[in-house]
């Protein structure tokens, strides 16, 4: 299936329809903003942007959980390793530069990290070692979340783990891009992991009250001409609604099962993300029935001082899509690939990351 969604023929196709619907629409430049690394990815990886007329911008929102993990949670699990406890987490968190070092760093000055690939191996190493105390260091977006609320529900946790939870939701983060001051958005590419989750009707609300088009749409590079192409066509209507372009996996209620463990096993709360701030409801906390495996309530962890992004990294600007990686001045130069000064250039979802890879914006062709 995967090859006639790569099919150059119809790619091609789409290239003129959207120059077509783009031709007298408007004299401005539109912006189009995706909140998810894997579309970056899709984007930078097939050069999709280099088929766009000039006017079209499709830039990257916070779509990456592993930049916009907070500064003081990393500082909270590299203290945890280092005081008694066996952190774990996925692989791309440990390479995050905090003030404090790294996770990577934190190991190789006597911390004990260890590299999970799913909670539930954090499960299996603290069923194996009942005599350690074990922490699993929970980030991510609606797609990770549901794993760690089931295993909560079905009282599956060992009393030797224990979790510190860093996971975000992504409407809220739309709504705040959507209120940025300084700049105007035209239309979402809404993140299509997220959506089989969360359903393609949660992102209704935003279309009407903001009057933008959102569109969800899959990862190949057909599905997001084909999503630029739906944006277009919503704007020559002079129309703002969702559409869900992305039916082969996601449904307008998205994952019942899921939505019910998370909306139990979790509370909503006001959440740090990286270089952004507070954004009001947007991340999940243990729900109160579950104080004994939240590493918060179980632990004092000291506080963390200092700045939430790195002296001299644009973070901030790179997850707000203000500015390209390539604007950074740190941009592979000081901060490269194998030497992340901030959290973008981590991660297989990092914008940094990706245009570091793959070229980006600036590396295109005048025409
Ligand atoms: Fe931060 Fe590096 Fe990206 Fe600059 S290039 S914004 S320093 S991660």
Redesign the pocket.
């Known amino acids: 299936m995967s090859q006639s969604f790569q099919d150059p023929i119809v790619i091609k196709k789409l290239q003129i329809k959207i120059k077509s619907l783009v031709s007298g629409l408007t004299d401005e430049k539109i912006k189009i903003c995706h909140v998810c690394g894997t579309h970056e990815y899709t984007i930078s990886h097939w050069g999709l942007r280099s088929l766009l007329p000039k006017n079209i911008e499709v830039i990257a929102g916070p779509g990456c959980p592993v930049?916009v993990c907070p500064n003081k949670d990393i500082e909270e699990c590299i203290w945890l390793s280092k005081n008694g406890y066996i952190l774990t987490t996925f692989g791309d968190m440990t390479r995050v530069p905090s003030n404090s070092g790294s996770l990577n760093s934190a190991k190789a000055e006597g911390g004990d990290v260890r590299i999970v690939y799913s909670f539930l191996d954090a499960i299996k190493l603290a069923k194996k070692n009942p005599k350690s105390k074990i922490v699993f260091f929970a980030i991510g977006f609606e797609t990770t979340s549901p794993m760690v609320a089931i295993e909560l529900l079905n009282q599956n946790i060992p009393s030797n783990l224990s979790i510190l939870s860093s996971f975000r939701l992504v409407p809220p983060a739309m709504h705040l891009l959507m209120k940025q001051p300084d700049f105007s958005l035209d239309g979402f590419i809404a993140p299509g992991h997220v959506s089989t989750i969360t359903g393609s009707g949660i992102y209704e609300p935003i279309s009407t009250k903001y009057n933008v088009p959102i569109v969800v749409a899959g990862f190949e590079p057909v599905d997001v001409m084909l999503g630029i192409v739906s944006i277009l066509e919503q704007m020559k209507k002079n129309i703002a609604k969702t559409e869900n372009l992305y039916t082969r996996v996601v449904t307008r209620e998205g994952n019942k099962i899921a939505l019910k463990a998370m909306s139990n096993a979790f509370e909503t709360i006001d959440a740090q993300w990286r270089g952004i701030g507070l954004v009001a409801d947007s991340g999940y906390e243990l729900a109160e029935q579950f104080k004994g495996s939240n590493i918060r309530c179980i632990e004092e962890i000291p506080e963390s001082i200092g700045d939430d992004?790195?002296k001299?990294?644009?973070?901030?600007?790179?997850i707000l899509g203000k500015?390209y990686?390539e604007e950074?001045?740190?941009?592979?130069r000081?901060?490269?690939l194998e030497t992340?000064?901030?959290?973008?250039?981590?991660g297989t979802e990092?914008?940094?990351?990706i245009?570091?890879k793959f070229g980006g914006y600036f590396d295109l062709e005048e025409e």
Do not use: N
């Not at 001299?312 to 790179?318: L, M, W, Y």
């Not at 990092?350 to 990351?353: D, E, V």
């Open positions: 930049c992004i790195p001299g990294c644009r973070c901030a600007d790179v500015i990686p950074c001045p740190l941009f592979k000081k901060c490269t992340p000064v901030g959290p973008c250039m981590v990092g914008t940094c990351a245009h570091a």
